[in-house]
């Protein structure tokens, strides 16, 4: 007995790490891109999320005003400023020289080029001194390596909402993905009902259409669909894509609603008959208030799937900035922001939040629903 | 309140008939149990008076209406389920009332009436809660309660007591009986345990393979059973039969026995091969053997196999003296007599507790 139940304990906790595990795995890199979208984009820079906590050391270059600049204090030619113009930072160690820009302490007075001498200060300001007049437009060049404080900011969202055009896309997106779900959902529960508990000829020819509709790649579709809506003059609107996202969902709608239905017992349904109501009043009040969990978790799937789509999406909508969805917004700036992790991870950010949110919300009802169209 | 009428009601899915022309007439206000093994047509036939299942043949009429072409909620029936058929989202409060839901009733009516029928049926502190939350025989009831709020003509149960365990079962069937006597409605029992049935009904219809076998209040069931199925089927322990012959003078030569007097085999040809049915109740174990009293009826010797001690009295399973001990007869002993496996003894009956089956078609041949 002991044994058996070492044995299961054992196994509880394989499954408990593993799935440890792979929260982990997707877990650890979309918190990283949280917090690199809050952070500025000189620290992303300069060292990665995981140091984002911690002050930030980095070497930065500045060039100090020209001779132009200089001020004579009593046959000393001065230069004077801050190395970081107004921000924060603290200088840890300076130098003079590309070769070696953390060579001295800061504080320190040393020997600059053409007999200057140089002093930088912990908060920055320098003090060039000469007793010969500075010569040339173009000032010394500064290094200093300086700690910056971690600092969180909102910009990035502002910026990535507003001037990359990520919030318009947003509402394009959702302006898809919601009618593009609730449609199918509609029309696919009164066709699964049908389906499932009506007597009628052809019944089983049907849902074995819909099992072959399964299994048809959509991108069969695309071309001849997109020159039907052009013929009936519907074009490239959101009426379009609503009515191909729901062709393309239909059948996986249908099929796993009426399998849930099926399930259903049989008596519930001749109880309601013998109490006296009609079909649709079985389907409104008994039916589909069992179905929650399919329906919920269907509305998931399909959700997601338009949330996320994009080669639809590039077919059956515009380029224009009132047409454009988000996947289409985000491998624009892809292109064009390759480099600006910034604007990149906050994008991203963006574009994860509401599938994490629908997700979480529903997930009880997404684990029960594909569960109980199955195995029942 | 209604009467049921079925006449040569048929069901036929695609080629294969399952019922094979049913004829039954239900007067009104009767208790009526549908009863017999797995597969015999009974559910199919209460669905049909339902309106559940499609009549392929005959008609059924409630009152003196045909209702064949009428739908469920035409037919003014209401039925409960094996499985309860609750609907799992509402309330009790709201499943009670969701047959009232057509009825033009005022809303302070059908209100009074639900907590009528909860109070009746001992639902009340139960009315805010879901299915889930209450037991098998709360939500049997509560299946119940939908059913009568509606006050229909016809009530059908299809053996609503079958998924109830056996202390919760009795009692039950104690209030389905209660329940009649205080509604007086017609009322169609299916069951598929013939104690249910025998404790219920007003009249038994005993059913096999589609066709009826008999119809009778319990007792013309249990003491004329009409033949070897209904024989087997009623009663428990089952009828011991005992195949025999009749012989020249009228009487009767059971196989490996002796012959013994029966009227009955006097309007038979000698030869016939019969069956000789005695119940396990009706057989006396004397536990001497040769005490052959000259009484006229059954007397068998055997060997005790097993005893079951059942508390009042005790079943006893014996190797009966045919052919070497191949016939295994049941009798009920009394608890005071010492029986052991292996104990030699001998059985008697009574001739008027006798019953006599034709082998070859199983009919009871008339005393």
Redesign the interface.
Known sequence: MDNIVGTKSRLVWVVNLSALALVLLWLFPTFGLLVSSFRDRDQITASGWWKAMFPAEQTLQYRAPGAGDAVDENGVFVISGNVFEGGRGSVKSFGTSARDPGAFPAGETVPADDGADLTVLQNGDFRLTSATEFEGRRGMRIFVTSVTPPRFTFENYGRVLGAEGLGRAFLNTMTVSIPATVIPILVAAFAAYALAWMEFPGRALLVAGVVGLLVVPLQLALIPLLKLHNEIGLGKSYLGIWLAHTGFGLPLAVYLLRNYMVGLPREIIESARVDGATDFQIFLKIILPLSFPALASFAIFQFLWTWNDLLVALVFLGNTQDQLVMTGQLKELMGSRGGDWEILATSAFVTIAVPLVVFFAMQKYLVRGLLAGSVK | MATVTIRNLVKRYREAEVLHGINLDIADGEFVVLVGPSGCGKSTTLRMI???EDISGGEVLIGDRVVNQL???ERN???V?????????MTIYKNIS??L??ARLPAAEKDRRIRAVAEQLELTPYLDRKPGQLSGGQRQRV?IG?AII?DPAVFLFDEPLSNLDAQLRAQTRLEIKKLHQRLGSTIIFVTHDQVEAMTLADRIVIMRDGHIQQIGTPTEVYDHPANTFVARFIGSPSMNLLPGAVTADGGLALDGNGPIAHPAARGLAPGSRVLLGVRADDLRVQSHTGATDKAPGLQLSGRVSVVEPLGPDMLVYLDAGLDAGTQQVIAKADTRQTLRPGDEVTLTAAPETLHLFDEQSGKAVAV
Do not use: C, D, S, V
Request: no cysteine.
């Open positions: 339902a309106g559940l739908e469920p909620k029936i209401a039925m389920f094996q499985n309860y058929a609750i609907y799992p989202h969701f047959g839901r057509t299946a939908r509606r």
